[in-house]
């Protein structure tokens, strides 16, 4: 398998289980937001590779937005909001530590 074929492969696990979860109470928001985050990053990851495009070890998607637009990738409007979703990649894990 490809690493854009396993990115996406991840990405879409990832949104199976955001489908499965999103409307659960008992589950915290940001757990929830956590894998949405996961499957943007995973998602343009893929992109990215497939592309050939070289992409840096991040969870950051603005950083990830920043160098597809670079590359020429054309990525929807809506995009412009996914950068917020960065913050539950990591702190969400380890921002209870603070």
């Known amino acids: 398998m490809k690493e854009h074929e396993k990115f996406l492969e991840l990405a879409k696990a990832e949104l199976i289980l955001v489908n499965k979860i999103m409307d659960d109470k008992e589950i915290r928001d940001e757990l929830k937001l956590f894998h949405v985050q996961q499957v943007v990053e995973k998602a343009i990851k893929a992109i990215l590779s497939y592309k050939s495009i070289v992409f840096p070890k991040t ?40």
């Open 59 to 98: 969870h950051d998607i603005e950083d990830l937005i920043e160098l597809s637009l670079a590359e020429g990738i054309h990525l929807p409007d809506y995009v412009e909001r996914f950068p917020e979703l960065t913050m539950f990649a990591v702190e969400f894990r380890y921002g209870f530590l603070d």
